[in-house]
């Protein structure tokens, strides 16, 4: 039992204070550094050659670097993430917008305004029958398939049918 052996009381509480700051602190600062990468190649304002530059003084100096370019452009880099961040919320509300707006009038649609035509005498109960069919089976003007098929629909009860598609 010669060798010395440390036990958890040999390392005092201000000891893993100590330490857990400066790991934290490293954490932080590579986390700062990241975004200050990220930013550069965000800004559109800045030539190759300024990006290059910034860069260069980022890793070959990396602790001057990163103060330097927090002094130099600190407020624009909030600037900058916070214009992103809304530009990417404008982008997915128009997405959501565009979604639930659908493609085209749902087949529920097309039954309302079919009845409408029927109640309005412009199209027998024989074209609303056939009609109704093919929007139910996926093959009219409101189905999925692609399909161009329309019901025939006439102006006036006694003159000529008129297709469409």
Same mark, same amino acid.
């Given at each position: 039992?010669?060798?010395?052996?440390?036990?958890?009381?040999?390392?005092?509480?201000?000891?893993?204070?100590?330490?857990?700051?400066?790991?934290?602190?490293?954490?932080?600062?590579?986390?700062?550094?990241?975004?200050?990468?990220?930013?550069?190649?965000?800004?559109?304002?800045?030539?190759?050659?300024?990006?290059?530059?910034?860069?260069?003084?980022?890793?070959?100096?990396?602790?001057?670097?990163?103060?330097?370019?927090?002094?130099?452009?600190?407020?624009?880099?909030?600037?900058?993430?916070?214009?992103?961040?809304?530009?990417?919320? =404008? #982008? %997915?509300?128009?997405?959501?917008?565009?979604?639930?707006? $659908?493609? +085209? /009038?749902?087949?529920?649609?097309?039954?309302?305004?079919?009845?409408?035509?029927?109640?309005?005498?412009?199209?027998?109960? =024989? #074209? %609303?029958?056939?009609?109704?069919?093919?929007?139910?089976? $996926?093959? +009219? /003007?409101?189905?999925?398939?692609?399909?161009?098929?329309?019901?025939?629909?006439?102006?006036?009860?006694?003159?000529?049918?008129?297709?469409?598609?």
């Amino acid at each position: 039992m010669s060798a010395q052996t440390y036990l958890a009381y040999d390392f005092p509480l201000l000891g893993v204070f100590w330490t857990m700051l400066w790991f934290f602190l490293w954490i932080m600062w590579f986390i700062l550094l990241f975004r200050i990468i990220a930013d550069i190649f965000r800004d559109e304002g800045l030539s190759g050659w300024a990006k290059t530059g910034w860069l260069v003084f980022c890793i070959v100096l990396p602790f001057l670097g990163v103060f330097v370019y927090v002094i130099a452009r600190g407020k624009d880099m909030g600037r900058r993430e916070v214009a992103q961040r809304r530009a990417q919320r =404008e #982008e %997915f509300n128009a997405y959501i917008r565009e979604t639930a707006a $659908g493609g +085209g /009038p749902s087949s529920v649609d097309e039954l309302a305004k079919l009845s409408e035509i029927r109640g309005r005498g412009a199209i027998t109960d =024989e #074209e %609303f029958r056939r009609a109704k069919e093919l929007v139910l089976t $996926g093959h +009219g /003007p409101a189905g999925h398939s692609g399909s161009t098929v329309r019901a025939p629909v006439t102006e006036h009860p006694h003159t000529t049918k008129r297709g469409a598609g």
